[in-house]
């Protein structure tokens, strides 16, 4: 286990490392962000001076070592909209995405899960067939069109929730959350529905086939054999094996959510980082951009380990590398 | 999103309103304001010098002097205002003037203000630019201000209104996670700090000590939607009782909605075409095989005038604009001073303007790239296209090149690097107030010594028209500056230095029942909203 820990530790190092250069690059090349920044009555003399404080002008490699050596002292660099050192402007925005994407997830869960059960157990019913078909409408429509016909069905037609913006908060553990008032309720559940519809019909496919794949197995038909019930084996035996690869594609599924609600936040102006993000690019908030990157590769690395161990635990065939 | 969505959301909407009731801006809650907005405020004043952090320094923070509709200098914090000689002038402030916390406001506090807009590090987009004509400043007694100008500038109030004034223990010791937690954001203003949630709203209270006449709302929320569609929605569906910055295209809808009202006012922005005049080889124009020309057509007055006149500027206005707009003869949008009066509109002539390019030598046309911005400007990609499209059918072969502004501004401004050959740009008359910031940065000859033609981009050199326009800049009487400029602008409008498009409109829209007075410079101010 304990190589196993160093090894995956050394792969990240050098995956962040390929990461930030690639990033670097990349934001070099959509040009200065100084002429997006500021009012074009500005005196070329005074732009040039902000041009050589913010070090714009040295060659790539200069300003790519620069922040090398700064972030190993943990400075991100500073927003050149907010003010504010990027790292801490992207974590003081994760909790509300984290929240979204948490709402998103348990919904789907709760909804997916049992519809796949279904689904599954009772696959030739007219409702299971139903279900299948709109788990494929639910992975093929793009994110903003649900988004917009929740917000005409709902907020226009209806008016019964709002179009957007994050609701009220209360401290919870000390975080904020408005997942605990009635009013940050109603503002997260239009943008969670939103965000629920891919990994539902996600879940529920997988389910299904799970079902459909291990209902076929020997150790279940010796179980009915047995005379157990049916009830019983789905929930007691089969469930578990499962829920391996569902638990594998949900770990990466939460990474995705996470860093690319961009649509969904930007749609409801929900302040996360996935709105802080496309409105950074429009800037050419470099530093922002560049912090955000590095921060979504370490949370996909951190989730593709936790993901790991927890298959490992859930089914002892695993073998981790360096066992 | 894709347009077709965001006119669908719309029109659904519109199916679905039936009365005004119950969406109408009621009396009951006539005290709370709640403005959707595109821009969300930089809590620290003297960090990024924007127009919509402006409008948002001067409702919290206050400033000496604030600009009105008209972009014209009133008091504020300053009660009256003197010079004293060319370029020097004295401020008295308002000896009722306080900060939230009861301070009184000095000279002192003026002072290590515009010091830090001056001097904050870091700052991307500095205040420096800002007040650039100051050479300094300091307390006479601490009531009085002293500004220095480098000459003598008729725009320093235009200047000394960018600039917000804090407390000066605030202004020399605060750091920036003050200002954002609320603990430093004390200001002058007509509305105090409440409430900022980053990314979703900021929301302000009236300030009942204020010195000057009192804000109208005993709170106003500013909630950030950047996303069109969504503030449009939001203003549909009573979120919100205000939306700025309207993108023309929702304009028809809203103006058949019942629960809407539409405000538009002329902006003190105009669209222009710049051309390459200043070379003789430019690097995006060829003839019609493909080869480069000897000369450069466009330093010709009749082919600029053949462009001009092949360009339908009702059209765009009506068609690409959706009529949020003004046919434009010059630059300078009307009302300004130094706006010319006696300039005759432009006119589409396809015939005379295919005569003028057979005339000039190019009865087979040639081949033209024009540049422009896709995200800086209202609609600036659709006008490019639309301008290349006019300009085919007189016979040019046109290239249109839609870039993001990070790379085509810092291109263009690079003066001895290849520019452009025709390009689309916008400028606006807010930082003066008058003609002269159109005329100081886009007319003149690039003159990287004294700061003259930043944005003159052309390389259009005009000598005696530099001569006026510099004599223009220094005059401190308004009416004879007006005459000067305007006559400079006349000569400028009549070389075809730039060809005007048109001038831009502010639209803002508001839930029946609300009136709103446009500001020239787009600013969104909470005052500006009133029931009638």
Known sequence: ?323 | MSRKAADTLVRWAVALVATCAGACFSPSIAQELTIGTRSEMTLDPHHFWSTPNRAYNVQLYGTLVRLDERLQAQPMLAESWKLVDDTTWEFKIDAHARFHNSQPVTADDVVASFERARDLPNAAASYRGAIDGIKELGAVNPQTVRFLTKRPDPALLHQVAQVAIIPREIARTALQSDFISGKAAIGAGPYKFVEFQAGNRLVLTRNEDFAGEKGRWARVTFRTITDDAARVAALIGGDVDLIDLVPPSFIARLKSEQRTVVHMGTSDRTMYLIPDVGRDQSPFIRDVGGQPLSKNPLKDLRVRRAISLAIDRETLVQKVMEGAGQPANQTVAPGVLGYAEALPALRLDLAEAKRLLAEAGYPEGFQLTIHCTNDRYINDSRICQSIGQMLSRLGIKMDVQALPRAVLFPRITNHEGERISLALLAFGSGTTGDAGGILNNTIHTWDRQRGFGAWNVGHYSNPELDAAIESAAATLDASERGKRQAKAVAVAMEDLAVIPLFHSNVVVTSKKGLHYRIYADESTIADAATMP
């Open chain 1, 1 to 323: 286990m304990g190589v196993f820990l160093l090894r995956r530790l050394f792969q990240a190092v050098v995956t962040l490392t390929i990461v930030s250069l690639l990033v670097f690059i990349g934001v070099f090349a959509i040009g200065n962000p100084i002429y997006v920044l500021v009012d074009p009555s500005a005196p070329p003399h005074v732009v040039e001076q902000t041009v050589k404080n913010l070090g714009l002008d040295l060659p790539l490699y200069q300003q790519y070592t620069r922040f090398i050596q700064a972030a190993l002292h943990g400075d991100f660099g500073t927003s050149y909209v907010h003010a504010q050192p990027s790292l801490r402007l992207i974590a003081g925005r994760f909790p509300a995405t984290l929240e979204l994407v948490v709402a998103g997830l348990a919904l789907a869960m709760a909804v997916g899960f049992p519809l796949g059960l279904i689904a599954g157990h009772w696959p030739k019913r007219r409702f299971s067939r139903a279900i299948s078909t709109i788990s494929i409408i639910g992975i093929s429509v793009p994110t903003f069109w649900i988004a917009l016909m929740l917000i005409i069905g709902f907020s226009l037609e209806l008016g019964v929730l709002p179009t957007g913006g994050r609701g009220a908060t209360r401290s919870f553990l000390g975080v904020e959350t408005s997942l605990l008032t009635l009013d940050g309720l109603a503002h997260v559940l239009l943008p969670a529905m939103t965000l629920s519809f891919f990994p539902m019909s996600l879940i529920i496919r997988l389910t299904r086939a799970g079902i459909r794949e291990h209902g076929k197995m020997d150790y279940v038909r010796f179980a009915h054999a047995m005379g157990l019930s049916p009830m019983r084996i789905l929930l007691q035996y089969m469930l578990r094996n499962i829920l391996i690869p569902i638990v594998t594609i949900l770990g990466i599924v939460f990474g995705t959510l996470v860093a690319f609600a961009v649509v969904t936040e930007s749609i409801f102006s929900w302040p996360g980082m996935g709105k802080l993000i496309i409105d950074s690019i429009k800037v050419s908030d470099r530093p922002v951009i560049v912090a955000y990157i590095l921060f979504v590769v370490t949370m996909f690395l951190v989730i593709n380990l936790v993901v790991d161990l927890l298959s490992a635990a859930l089914d002892p065939r695993i073998r981790l590398a360096g066992d």
